[in-house]
Structures are given as C-alpha cells and as structure tokens.
C-alpha cells in the first residue's frame, strides 16, 4: 500500500507492482499476505535464476496502528497485561539486564507525570493503581491486540525461515530484522478504540495509548517522533551461519550504527560499487559505514565521526558515548549514553565546550545535508502543524 499505514483484514490501497489489486482469500490479514509474497518472489527468483543472488526488503505494516489482530492471537495475551505498566517496566527493565542488553546501571526513565525534572513531552500516565478495574481490563485488552500484532509477525517470520531452509538458502543469506522507530504515542494516554470491537476480525482499534509505548520502550525516554532514545533506539538481530563467525553466535555487540549502515553493509557483501551517477545526476555521500567486520567479530568502532539526525525539528548528535539531543526550539541536553541509557542525567552545562563541538558538528551536518529549519519544513510535513501534540 501507498499510504502510510493501512487496514489489516481489507486494505483499500493495496498494490502489486504499480496496479492496485484487492485483498483475496477468507479471514485476510496483511501480515501473512506479505509473507507469502515474498514466498512467491523467491519461489519464482528459485525457478528462474537462482544461480544469482537475492535481495528481499519486507516490510510489514504490523504492529503499526491501526491495532488489529486476529482473534486467536488477540486471545493468546488476553489478561497478560493485568499488572499494570510500572510493575511490568520494572520487570522488563530487569530481564533487559538479566540478558545483557542493557548496563546494569541503567536506570528506568520516569513515568510521564510522575515528574517533570525531564521535561517529557505530552500528557501525563496516571498511576495504575488509581484506575478503576474495568478501565485495567480495556488496558489489558488493547495491549493484548497490540502483543498479538506482533505474535504474528513472528510466526511469519518463522515461515519465511522455514522456506529458506527448505531451499537450501538458509546458512547464506544474511538477514536482518529491526524495526523503524520506537513507540509512538501520536493518541491520548489510554489509546484510541473501543472494547467491544477488538479481538473481532475484521475490527480493532487506533492507537493503543502513551501510557503502553512508555512500556514498549522501557526503559528509554520519549517516543517515535522524538530523537530520545525512546523515539531512535531500534534493536537489530543479524542471522548469517555462513558469515558470521560460530561463537559469535547469540552474541550482542553493543556498538551503535545507524539505516544507512545497512545499505553500506549490503554493499559491502555483495563486492557490489555504489554508482557515482544516476539519472545524469551525482549519486550523494553516505555517513553510512559497512557492518561487516563487526559482524566478523572486530571490536574497532563502527563510527569514528558523528552521526547526526533530524525529525520535525528534533536533532540528535551521536559521537562515541556522548550524544546530543534536543527539543524542537529548545536548548541542547547532553548525555553519556553509555553508562545513562535512559538519558537521565543531563551534563550540558557541566561540558560546554563538548556541547558546542557537538552543535557545531550538527550545524555542519546539516548544511552539507540541507536539512530544512522546522520552521519552513513543517509546512510540507504529512502531520499538519498543531495536529498532534508534539
């Protein structure tokens, strides 16, 4: 679909190639659609030259709003989110450590209103012990939708896996698996739906809520939209058993890269040359650096120069373990993100000179980039000024 987000059980912008098709099949649910065309494409790609190489991007909608499930996986959850979001942050923090994803000195970013010493954005998430039982259980309910969104994207996961290994694919295609953004926190605390229509096919809901995408992004502060960790940090699991070296097997490395380190990698791989032109026009730089040696097990930084971003006037410099990070139209903070994950302890006015190194690296980023002042860029944006509280 063309849009940018779109119905699970009857997308109405649905395309193959360039010509709009209509969904087919009972009980219709994009994310298995998606995967059996890719199944499709590497079936025919098998057939027909499968002494080359590949190159599969899938992208599924889920778990992007609208939440919608299917009914067996909405009822798989149901009643697992009972406990509430600060016992269930404590708890995922806690399993974070327990696996190594995260320092074990990390500490959980605060629940939005419980305090303003961060300035976090958007209305604030009441206790859950202050809610009454039946708004506890439609929490439950639109957490079981969105747990259930994601259920499925790992059992199409899985099917895609099982192909390759069918075909013999499976130990020499490199894969990588992350998703685009944190949570997103676009609708009022409790969500956008109704009780009655999620676990329904062919039904569901908006948006499940600020109060559940702070969970979702525990323990990081703020959300899609924002360049906080909340908003940037995206795992990336690698599979490759013919490249990657065995007893770097189930490993993290705790490195940090960024989308076009991706392109760079493929690139990489593929012994394939990034053309200097296209359509008669210089092909522009990369910041992008190849994964490939670290995937190998060189511990030598990814990244040696900042790397810079920007969205909706939110900016971001990342250099080694100091990143700084804004507000639109507010002042800079600045973290060691290495030992404060959760960007609680900002050091901008203890680092002066580290802060105008910083800004001065993401003033010229910016140039060099033509990245537009909000100001002026807002009024080509797909949200529309004033419409989300951002």
């Not at 708890?91 to 995260?102: D, F, N, P, S, V």
């Not at 012990?129 to 039946?134: E, H, K, L, V």
């Not at 700084?324 to 994950?341: H, I, M, Q």
Request: proline letters at 7%.
């Amino acid at each position: 679909f063309l849009e940018g987000t779109s119905d699970y059980f009857n997308p109405n912008d649905l395309h193959r190639d360039n010509e709009p098709i209509k969904p087919e099949g009972d009980r219709y649910y994009t994310t298995d659609a998606f995967t059996r065309e890719a199944v499709h494409y590497l079936q025919d790609h098998e057939a027909n030259q499968d002494q080359k190489p590949f190159f599969l991007y899938l992208a599924y909608n889920a778990p992007h709003f609208p939440m919608q499930a299917m009914p067996e996986d909405y009822q798989k959850y149901r009643g697992r989110f009972r406990e509430g979001w600060e016992v269930l942050r404590e708890k995922i923090m806690a399993r974070q450590k327990e696996m190594g994803l995260i320092p074990e000195n990390t500490l959980l970013s605060l629940r939005p209103g419980a305090s303003s010493r961060l300035g976090s954005k958007g209305d604030p998430v009441p206790a859950w012990d202050s809610m009454s039982p039946a708004q506890q259980d439609s929490m439950d309910a639109i957490m079981a939708t969105y747990a259930g969104m994601v259920d499925r994207i790992d059992q199409n996961v899985g099917k895609l896996m099982a192909y390759l290994q069918e075909t013999g694919e499976w130990d020499n295609t490199l894969i990588f698996f992350f998703s685009d953004n944190g949570a997103e926190a676009e609708s009022a605390v409790f969500g956008d739906f109704q009780l009655k229509d999620l676990g329904q096919y062919g039904k569901g809901g908006k948006n499940y809520g600020r109060a559940w995408a702070t969970v979702s992004n525990t323990p990081f502060r703020e959300y899609k939209h924002f360049v906080h960790q909340g908003g940037i940090q995206s795992p990336l699991i690698v599979h490759w058993p013919a490249g990657i070296n065995s007893g770097m097997n189930n490993q993290i490395i705790s490195q940090y890269g960024f989308f076009p380190d991706i392109v760079e990698t493929c690139l990489d791989v593929a012994s394939a040359t990034r053309p200097a032109t296209m359509n008669g026009q210089p092909v522009p730089a990369t910041d992008g650096r190849s994964l490939k040696k670290a995937l190998k097990g060189d511990k030598a930084p990814i990244h040696t120069q900042p790397i810079c971003c920007e969205h909706e006037g939110n900016r971001m410099v990342r250099d080694g373990q100091w990143k700084l990070v804004s507000f639109f139209a507010e002042p800079w903070e600045l973290y060691n993100v290495e030992t404060d994950r959760s960007e609680s302890l900002n050091l901008a006015e203890q680092y002066p000179e580290l802060v105008e190194k910083l800004s001065k690296a993401y003033d010229d980023w910016a140039a060099r980039v033509g990245a537009q002042p909000w100001t002026t860029a807002k009024n080509y944006s797909v949200y529309p000024p004033g419409k989300y509280n951002f």
